[in-house]
Each structure stands twice: as C-alpha cells, then as structure tokens.
C-alpha cells in the first residue's frame, strides 16, 4: 500500500499543446491566409474553422498544424492526422488528397507560414517590464525604456542595455556590455568576461589582457546558459537579428553577422568572423582564426578548421564542402543530424 501511494506521487499526465492554448475563438486560416498575400493552393473542406495548434501527430479535428517533410513520409503523416487544417509543400499538391472534413493548405513554405499564424493568432504575450529588487546593476549602466530585468541579475560597469529588452533570472553582465533594443536574453547567460588568453614564458602563463567590450545588435536572443567574452583589443560582436541557442560557447573578438542562428553546444574559436544568415548546427566548432561568409550551413557536429565562401554547405570533421550534394531544400534536414547524403 505505501509503494502505491508513493507510485501515484509520481504519476504524469500528458496533454497536447491544444490543450493547454484552449482557445474559445475559431479562426477562418484561408481568410487569414489571404491578407497575407501569400501564394497556395487549397484541396478539401473549404470553410474549416481551427481553434488550437498542435503537432501533426497529436492534432484533433479543431486544429492547425504542419507537414515540413515531402515525399512518402509527407503522405504518411497526413493521412495519419487528425488535424483538421494542414500546411503542407506545395510539392505535394496532387499527391495526397484530405480526409472528410479536412482542409489541406498547399504553401511553398508550411513551416515559416504556421509560424506566423500562430505569433499572429495563438500566441498571447504579456508584456514584461520592471526591474527585480533582488537585481545588482551598477550606478554606471544605463537600461532603456520598457525593459525587464530578471531575479538575481548582476549587471555590472559601464554597460548598456536598449529599450524593451527582456533579461531574464541570474544573467550576468561583466562590464563594457552593449544590448540593443528588443532583445532577450534567458537565465544563466554570462557576456563580458575575459576571454580565455595567455602567453607563456619559460616559467609560466600570463594572462592576455582583454580592454573590448560585448556589443549585442537589435533583436537578438540568447538561450541559457550561453557565454559570450568580451574582446581583447579589439570588441566582440553579434549582429542584428541573430539567435543563439542553449550551451552556446563564443570567444573573444568574434564577429557573427546579422540573422545567424547558432545552435546548442557550438563553440566559436578566438577573432573568428560569421557572415549574415548563417546557420551553424549543434554541437559544431569553429576554430580560432577563420572566416566564415555569408548564407553558409555548417553541419550538426561539424569541425571548421579553414574558410568557408559564402553560400558553401559544410560537414564532417575535418569539415568539407557537401554543397554538391545537396540539391534540394529539403536536404537540410540530414545536415540538422550531421549526416553526409548519398547523393552524387
């Protein structure tokens, strides 16, 4: 009997994500679709109202979801759902035909569509603002308008941070910190300490000093736990718009252009410099000291040692142009894995 009690302590209960959004409201997504000038083809149940959003595979009759995949696996999960409207390729169109009830919404981009219905419509967010009493920021730092300053965060000399940005509980800004406006900025976060520098004589290590500071562009994101170094002599930076996942190590005098997305457990070498729109997968490694252009894909695991040109797709360890091999959009998905294509 006390086994049971304690068994029942630790029962779970599952819910989807429509569940727990619980809307009242039914939504019209063809109207919707149409104020946003979008091109699409519709094939099934042509007033279909959805209330919620959820996964392909745990949708009910009254739910949005979406199908990134193409080909036979594309056909299975749709035919297999229950969700009553589905974003689908347009590569698909005539390939598989919706259930009774069932609107199926042929798009170019059904992953990048959704996301924008569901900030649109779904996504209700409450505006946070206000510094926490248990916060530490300097007499020397300035914070912008509009801005929330999380539980335990330590914000430390000359640093700046710009209007409604969000910092959440125990980040941690050395010193000579730039954010700009928007951005957010989860807990655990640390930017602006010294990088890992030393010169070595006969006896022992000395330490490299670091006089650069950290400067963050607009609308940028960095996820817990992630750590950015301030610059030596020269400053660290991350451009505009780009994101940066959890575990995420960046080193001194980085550049990292404008839209990038960095993903978890990626570490970034000393000076080395990212071009705008790149996409680094999980867990790669760029060493100190190189260039990496513009709407570059380095692969999950990936270990750059050279260059990489502007639009090159990269894998392996040592890492190799795979660009050749590549040949649809679709073939991204194996990169997010680390994996090389067959393909000639």
């Not at 919620?52 to 199908?67: E, H």
């Not at 594309?74 to 598989?96: N, R, T």
């Not at 967010?125 to 920021?137: C, E, H, L, R």
Request: with cysteine.
């Amino acid at each position: 009997m006390r086994k049971l009690q304690i068994l029942n302590i630790y029962r779970f209960e599952f819910y989807s994500v429509a569940q727990k959004i619980n809307h009242a409201s039914e939504f019209n997504i063809k109207s919707i679709l149409s104020s946003l000038n979008l091109r699409y083809e519709i094939e099934g149940y042509n007033e279909k109202r959805t209330k919620n959003i959820s996964s392909i595979t745990s949708a009910k009759p009254d739910d949005l979801s979406f199908c990134y995949y193409e080909g036979d696996k594309a056909v299975e999960l749709i035919s297999q759902s229950k969700a009553g409207v589905i974003l689908c390729k347009k590569s698909l169109y005539g390939l598989v035909h919706p259930k009774q009830g069932v609107q199926l919404i042929f798009l170019d981009n059904p992953r990048y569509v959704f996301v924008n219905l569901a900030n649109k419509i779904f996504v209700k967010q409450k505006k946070m603002t206000g510094i926490s009493p248990s916060a530490v920021i300097s007499k020397t730092s300035r914070i912008g308008d509009r801005c929330y300053i999380g539980e335990y965060t330590v914000i430390g000399d000359n640093c700046k941070i710009g209007n409604d940005t969000i910092i959440y509980d125990k980040v941690t800004l050395v010193k000579d910190c730039i954010v700009g406006d928007r951005c957010i900025i989860h807990s655990g976060v640390t930017i602006g300490d010294d990088g890992f520098a030393f010169e070595r004589d006969e006896k022992e290590l000395h330490r490299f000093p670091h006089f650069g500071r950290v400067l963050i562009g607009d609308d940028v994101e960095i996820y817990a736990n992630s750590h950015i170094a301030k610059g030596s002599l020269s400053d660290t930076a991350i451009g505009s718009g780009t994101k940066i996942d959890s575990l995420v190590h960046i080193s001194h005098n980085v550049f990292v252009g404008k839209n990038c997305e960095i993903t978890a457990g990626s570490v970034i070498g000393g000076s080395v410099e990212v071009g705008n729109s790149t996409w680094i997968g999980l867990n790669a490694t760029l060493k100190d000291q190189i260039k990496v252009g513009n709407n570059v894909i380095v692969a999950s695991g990936a270990s750059v040692i050279h260059d990489v040109p502007s639009n090159d797709i990269v894998a392996g360890v040592p890492a190799r142009s795979i660009k050749n091999k590549v040949n649809e959009a679709s073939d991204k998905l194996f990169l997010m894995a680390g994996q090389q294509t067959d393909k000639k």
